[in-house]
């Protein structure tokens, strides 16, 4: 079936700009997971859903971004006002269920680049 | 704090010949560690898990080990190919109950004909 899916492939946006990435999961997947990934280094945690529980926010790095998952479903990332920092690829991945043991099945990423 | 550490940085081999990754980790308590494969422009994709009680897993030309003592594992390539061209990330699941995961920088290998 068809894997996670993210849009858009590539963004580029000015400095203070709103952005928001979209992420579809596998279908049936009841675990989302966004994280990003500067050049060169490991990914960083940002922010997990799973089922009707209340995301686990906790990686975020600043109010600047939130996330949202709508019917259980697709989710949006949303970051305001962005900064250089930002630039990134940020990487969305889903799994059958929470838990350690469950793997994470990954999208290929959105690269966002702050002009 | 929980790490996981990677080396080298980046390794560049010829076809054919094989090689070993390495990946330290410090992370607690510990569940169970997974290699990933990540091609360029694509996300990541699982190659092995290993648990505690588990000191090696292979899957085709790819052996992974886990000396669960010292807190390391190895990847070990075996006669490598130009599509082994990619970063290799070592994971860590934390046991405590949840499902926070420590990824390593990862280990780029390049892959010369």
């Known amino acids: 079936g068809a894997g996670v899916s993210q849009s858009p492939s590539n963004k580029v946006t000015e400095k203070g700009k709103d952005v928001e990435l979209r992420c579809d999961p596998i279908s049936g997947h009841t675990a989302l997971y966004w994280y990003r990934q500067s050049l060169g280094q490991g990914l960083e945690f940002l922010i997990y859903f799973q089922g009707n529980s209340a995301p686990d926010k906790s990686g975020l790095p600043s109010d600047r971004f939130s996330a949202e998952r709508t019917g259980g479903s697709v989710s949006t990332l949303t970051i305001q006002r962005t900064q250089q920092e930002d630039s990134a690829v940020y990487l969305c991945?889903?799994?059958?269920?929470?838990?350690?043991?469950?793997?994470?099945?990954f999208g290929p990423g959105t690269r966002l680049t702050v002009l | 704090k929980n790490q996981v550490e990677q080396s080298p940085q980046s390794l560049i081999i010829l076809e054919g010949k094989n090689c070993t990754l390495q990946?330290?980790?410090?992370?607690?308590?510990?569940?169970?560690l997974r290699w990933y494969k990540q091609d360029t422009g694509r996300g990541p994709v699982s190659l092995t898990i290993m648990t505690f009680s588990e000191n090696t897993k292979s899957n085709g030309r790819y052996t992974a080990t886990l000396d669960a003592d010292t807190k390391q594992s190895s990847l070990h390539i075996t006669a490598s190919q130009l599509s082994d061209s990619a970063s290799y990330i070592c994971?860590?699941?934390?046991?405590?109950?949840?499902?926070?995961?420590?990824f390593g920088a990862g280990t780029r290998l390049f892959v010369k004909a």
């Open positions: 990946c330290n980790y410090t992370v607690s308590p510990f569940s169970n």
């Open positions: 994971v860590v699941s934390v046991g405590d109950g949840g499902f926070k995961t420590i």
């Open positions: 991945a889903s799994s059958p269920a929470a838990g350690r043991y469950n793997e994470q099945f």
